[in-house]
């Protein structure tokens, strides 16, 4: 056990440890009567739904973010000017080089 605990980091082992519980948990859950009744109402079913949930929020996070900033978007007149400038120039130096704009 010495070893492996050098060999791997403490957070490692640490993740290692609650998965191991949380299958054994799992597995007791899994083998309950209630559980062959009605599979919808237990803990196991929660646990598998997790990701899911997870992925739901994220989604609703990322959302309200976006929306956010681009409600609160402001101008940016200074790059506007310097864009509009710069089209200037280059259809001066395009036109002194003989195209039509």
Same mark, same amino acid.
């Given at each position: 056990?010495? =070893?492996?605990?050098? /060999?791997?980091? =403490?957070?490692? %082992?640490?993740?290692? /440890?609650?998965?191991?519980?949380?299958?054994?948990?799992?597995?007791?859950?899994?083998? =309950? *009567?209630?559980?062959? *009744?009605?599979?919808?109402?237990?803990? +196991? +079913?929660?646990?598998?739904?997790?990701?899911?949930? &997870?992925? /739901?929020? +994220?989604?609703?996070?990322?959302?309200?973010?976006? &929306?956010?900033?681009?409600?609160?978007?402001?101008?940016?007149?200074?790059?506007?000017?310097?864009? /509009?400038?710069?089209?200037?120039? %280059? *259809? %001066?130096?395009?036109? *002194? @080089? &003989?195209? @039509?704009?």
């Amino acid at each position: 056990m010495r =070893r492996l605990h050098e /060999v791997m980091s =403490r957070s490692t %082992a640490s993740f290692l /440890v609650w998965m191991s519980v949380l299958t054994a948990l799992i597995f007791c859950d899994c083998t =309950r *009567k209630e559980l062959q *009744k009605d599979p919808y109402h237990s803990y +196991f +079913f929660l646990v598998l739904q997790l990701p899911l949930y &997870g992925l /739901v929020l +994220f989604g609703s996070y990322a959302l309200t973010q976006i &929306g956010w900033h681009l409600v609160t978007l402001s101008d940016c007149n200074d790059a506007h000017k310097e864009l /509009v400038g710069q089209i200037e120039l %280059a *259809k %001066a130096d395009l036109s *002194k @080089k &003989g195209m @039509k704009i």
